[in-house]
């Protein structure tokens, strides 16, 4: 597979800040492949989203594509150049517009058919047909966002990059919406870039993540890798409840409470690890127990550990049990 | 650089000859400057500085208390004086003073009576004393709006909680505006006052009708009556400093104490009901101002312009009126045009030096239109000498004069006015394109394609509006016009100001009354935009 997008080295600090926005980020992306970063907001993650636009310019660092360098050292190439398509946070549809119009804006010097055809093909993909003469303010929030991307999509951009396109929709229509999207952007083999502070709809979408934070990259790795190996606390707990474990030799690993099995007598044959219940919690799901550890093998590091109780182990506060990893 | 970047730069360096004109003026002395100094300098000085203390006291009077009344108590005609407070503003200073330059003369046999029984002094005080009191009266009616205005934003604004914390800790509504109110709108008040000495120190047709010689009128008789340019642009330069040195106290102290002028909650303090006696003593309190400022010189226009009508239409008005409609129009929509290259360019480029060269071409209307008037006229005159120069070296036919030409004026226009149309435009399409020319570029149209297909098309009520506001700004101009006007060249100000020079005061009714319902069209337009802003 051949590199569309790379950054090297990108720097970037905007205008009155103190801190870089993104921080010496060398990150490549392959064609037909959809990365997803993740991280806090005001993590830098928005702006490396720009600065692949060109709607800024970076500090330092080089952007190139194709090999081809289109920020840095020298070079620049502006935005309406670089054939990227971008989906924005609030759609950045242009309420002038008729949606057939706002498809079409970006097809230029083609023929009359063909940008009435490509129109039909682009809204007949986002599952918008017969809304070719509405206005924009007249669609629902999730007709909104496929409009973007399908105006994203027309000119055939050699790479979309999606700023937080779910974060404006309801739970329930996010879910839908977002297999939804993943199935064009693979139908298209588009390259994308999505932007987003939701692990879930990262992982849902993503081939690879991305994890940012304050400018820079955590980690890099498939959804599995990172929910399974979360390089740090940070990254680990991107994802939910995660249990710092240091073991005597072997430096410190974070494993999910699924991961770890609580149990009131010792395993047999296996090295389990003496705790105290230190509080059981029901969350009506299952019951969480948290648990401290003082053996001379494993360590929480003074973090105490959350376990999920299983069915018939009886164990309340106070009480003594064992742990044993999966 | 790209070609935003570098026409905004040019814009900027343009606005920069004449206003660079009256600061290097300051160090070169014309051949009267010693006999100004040693004789009348003073009393413009001292005849500005009184005209402003007095009109500033007299329009916290006329404003402050309705402000608070307004906002804070429900009476009749609350709803009424909310926005009539604001029509003042729509008769500028000097036609005011053309309806109340009578009664120095219905006084005289006062006077005379004054001369008999106390003697000369006591004749000459009083006499003086009318005027400046009559004078001061008429301004703050006519721009206690400005302060109207801020004050009333401020209280509406104020944190609702903040007011109602003082009243459960025992204070009624008037202890609340003491202890409270009026300390939280000091930033605002100061800001409404700041308009009002700028307006006045502006001001030209009124302080010359009631002889009242400020330095904008000193720069007049040191041009005209005296001959001498250098030391008109001299008196120019310091009437700058001084109007640059008030807007920066003002900034300072803006900066320092900007309290919780813009609270997140936005639920208006509920009004207290007035009883019977409070809404008679409120509505009077409100009427005032209303009287002074709006109904009493309008009322008199139009009984003089009933009067006078076919009069003056016979005369060669149709005509003026036409030039003056034309030449405001044209000036107004190029001045909204070059409003939209900063703004844009100042999108495509968000740099800090973008910005500043940006804030300096929109200083213009701090300096009153006389100062830009003299700079104008002094700069033009010397790029008049220099091409005529160049020009007769060359052996080239007759040179093209740029100074007393209609370029001239209407550059001075754009010096002054840019201002009015920058403020909204770039209101308009922050508000409105968000980031959507950004999307536009990302689709493969450039910066000019973006401009005109999304960012024009989208603010097309903003632009009209702005240049609504600049033409009635142009048309009811008095000073920079009166300097730089082409001869035999006439606007409805100066058509007006002229007839009321020659003695012809019920004429002047006519022209004043169009400019005043321009003025009026002028503030429902403001309004409008005042609201979008607090929606």
């Not at chain 1, 970076?58 to 309406?80: C, H, Q, Y």
């Not at chain 2, 160090?27 to 203390?53: C, F």
């Not at chain 2, 307004?70 to 003073?97: C, D, N």
């Amino acid at each position: 597979m051949s590199l569309t997008l790379e950054f090297s080295s990108v720097s970037k600090t905007y205008r009155g800040g103190t801190l870089p926005a993104v921080n010496d980020v060398s990150l490549s992306v392959e064609e037909g492949e959809i990365v997803a970063l993740v991280g806090e907001s005001g993590s830098g993650k928005t702006t490396l989203l720009r600065l692949a636009a060109g709607l800024e310019t970076p500090d330092s660092g080089i952007i190139s594509v194709d090999g081809k360098i289109v920020a840095g050292d020298g070079a620049w190439v502006p935005p309406e150049k670089r054939n990227v398509g971008f989906v924005f946070q609030d759609g950045a549809l242009f309420p002038h517009l008729t949606v057939a119009k706002n498809v079409a804006y970006g097809l230029r010097g083609r023929s009359r058919e063909q940008t009435q055809a490509a129109v039909d093909y682009m809204l007949a993909m986002v599952g918008l047909n017969g809304f070719h003469d509405r206005f924009p303010h007249a669609l629902s929030g999730g007709e909104r966002q496929r409009l973007a991307l399908a105006r994203s999509l027309a000119p055939h951009p050699k790479f979309v990059l999606l700023d937080e396109p779910f974060s404006n929709l309801d739970p329930s229509l996010r879910r839908s919406l977002r297999e939804e999207i993943q199935g064009i952007l693979k139908k298209v083999n588009a390259t994308a870039i999505l932007v987003t502070h939701d692990t879930e709809d990262a992982a849902a979408v993503g081939d690879r993540m991305v994890v940012f934070r304050e400018g820079r990259i955590e980690q890099i790795g498939t959804p599995g890798e990172l929910y399974r190996e979360p390089k740090n606390g940070y990254c680990a707990r991107l994802f939910g409840p995660s249990n710092r474990v240091k073991m005597n030799g072997s430096g410190v690993k974070w494993i999910r409470p699924e991961h770890m099995r609580l149990t009131v007598n010792k395993p047999e044959g296996e090295s389990g690890v003496p705790v105290r219940v230190r509080g059981i919690q029901d969350t009506g799901r299952h019951r969480e127990a948290i648990v401290d550890c003082h053996s001379s093998t494993h360590d929480g590091g003074g973090e105490p550990w959350m376990l999920i109780l299983e069915d018939g182990q009886d164990l309340k506060e106070g009480s003594e049990g064992w742990v044993s990893f999966l | 650089m790209d070609p935003w970047s570098a026409s905004t730069l040019f814009v900027a360096l343009l606005i920069l000859i004449p206003l660079a004109t009256v600061v290097i003026g300051l160090v070169q002395a014309g051949p009267k400057w010693d006999h100004l100094a040693s004789t009348v300098l003073w009393t413009y000085v001292w005849n500005t500085v009184i005209l402003v203390g007095t009109v500033s006291i007299l329009s916290l009077l006329f404003a402050l208390p309705q402000a608070w009344l307004v906002s804070a108590f429900q009476f009749p005609g609350r709803k009424f004086f909310e926005w009539a407070l604001v029509m003042p503003l729509a008769i500028p200073t000097y036609v005011a003073a053309f309806v109340y330059f009578q009664h120095t003369e219905a006084a005289i046999p006062a006077l005379v009576e004054i001369r008999k029984s106390f003697g000369v002094d006591a004749f000459i005080w009083s006499e003086k004393i009318l005027r400046y009191g009559l004078l001061s009266i008429l301004m703050a009616g006519v721009l206690s709006p400005y302060l109207y205005i801020s004050a009333r934003t401020s209280f509406s604004r104020q944190q609702r909680a903040t007011i109602e914390a003082a009243r459960t800790l025992g204070r009624g509504p008037f202890s609340v505006f003491f202890t409270v109110a009026l300390p939280l709108a000091r930033p605002a008040i100061v800001a409404g006052l700041s308009l009002i000495l700028m307006e006045v120190v502006n001001d030209y047709g009124a302080v010359h009708f009631f002889g009242v010689p400020t330095l904008t009128e000193g720069i007049f008789r040191t041009w005209f009556g005296l001959g001498d340019r250098s030391s008109a642009l001299r008196l120019a330069g310091l009437v700058m400093l001084a109007v640059l040195f008030v807007l920066l106290i003002e900034r300072g102290q803006r900066g320092k104490a900007r309290f919780s002028e813009f609270s997140r909650d936005q639920s208006p303090t509920s009004r207290v009901k007035l009883g019977a006696g409070g809404g008679i003593v409120a509505m009077t309190v409100c009427l005032i101002p209303l009287v002074i400022g709006l109904i009493y010189p309008l009322w008199q226009l139009i009984g003089w312009a009933v009067m006078t009508f076919d009069t003056v239409i016979r005369n060669t008005f149709r005509e003026q009126l036409l030039h003056s409609l034309l030449l405001s129009l044209i000036t107004a929509a190029v001045l909204t045009g070059i409003a939209v290259l900063l703004v844009y360019t100042s999108r495509l480029h968000p740099v800090r030096w973008i910005r500043g060269i940006i804030r300096f071409s929109t200083m213009g209307y701090a300096a009153p239109g006389a100062v830009i008037a003299v700079g104008v006229m002094v700069s033009f005159g010397m790029i008049d000498r220099g091409v005529k120069a160049g020009s007769g070296w060359l052996g080239l036919a007759d040179s093209p004069f740029i100074s007393g030409t209609i370029f001239a004026i209407c550059f001075a226009y754009l010096v002054r006015f840019l201002t009015v149309a920058y403020q909204p435009v770039r209101a308009g399409m922050t508000r409105v394109c968000g980031n959507l020319d950004e999307a536009s570029r990302t689709m493969g149209h450039s910066p000019a394609g973006t401009l005109f297909r999304i960012n024009i098309p989208m603010i097309r009520g903003t632009l009209l509006a702005a240049t609504m506001l600049v033409f009635v700004d142009i048309l009811k101009e008095l000073p920079l016009t009166m300097i730089l006007r082409p001869t035999n060249f006439e606007t409805l100000s100066t058509t007006a100001f002229g007839y009321a020079k020659e003695g012809r005061i019920h004429e002047c009714s006519v022209p004043s009354l169009i400019i005043i319902a321009a003025g009026a069209i002028g503030l429902f337009i403001l309004n409008r935009f005042m609201r979008h802003k607090e929606a």
